[in-house]
């Protein structure tokens, strides 16, 4: 559970991730921040590709992030999505599977610029999932 001031820096981190996305076919930007079990905070934005199917989103790219910046044990406690629209928007099916092994009980928070924020568990988002206990 983030704290009220890790939930107001996820957020801004989230929102200027936003802004350094690369998304010049959809022009939908997507910024992702990441809280690990151990207070830390990693950012991503999505990076798209002429080669549509490339695309990296926001969520796995600040998940990523972290990993590629030392966290061997990366614990996620909390993803926050931002996206500059009126509805918030969800972490799509390959996000959720990467949010799932770092975390099966991952908080997910999407905000925008309207009033909705949408505040779900992991594994609400992806029931009966198939994760690392399985492989164990
Ligand atoms: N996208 C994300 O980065 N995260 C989401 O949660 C939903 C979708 C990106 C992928 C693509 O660059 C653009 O948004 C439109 O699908």
Redesign the pocket.
């Known amino acids: 559970m983030p704290t009220p001031a890790q939930l107001k820096k996820l957020k801004a981190a989230a929102k200027t991730a936003a802004g350094r ?1 690369y ?1 010049p ?2 022009k ?3 910024g ?1 921040a990441i809280l690990t079990s151990t207070g830390k905070i990693y950012a991503g ?4 590709n002429a080669s549509y199917g490339l ?7 600040a998940i990523f992030n972290a990993v590629a910046s030392g966290e061997k044990k990366l614990k996620l406690a909390c993803v926050v ?1 931002y ?1 500059p629209t009126k509805t918030a ?4 099916g390959a ?1 959720r599977q990467v949010i799932y092994e770092f975390g099966p009980q991952t908080r997910v928070i ?1 905000t925008c610029d309207g009033r909705q924020e949408v505040d779900v568990s992991i594994d609400a988002l992806l029931p009966g999932a198939f994760g690392p206990a399985d492989l164990a």
């Not at 934005?45 to 798209?48: H, L, M, P």
């Not at 695309?55 to 790219?61: F, G, I, L, V």
């Not at 928007?89 to 799509?92: E, Q």
């Open positions: 996305a998304a076919y959809s939908f930007t997507v992702a934005c999505n990076v798209e695309t990296n989103c926001a969520e796995r790219t999505v996206t928007t969800a972490p799509c996000c999407s």
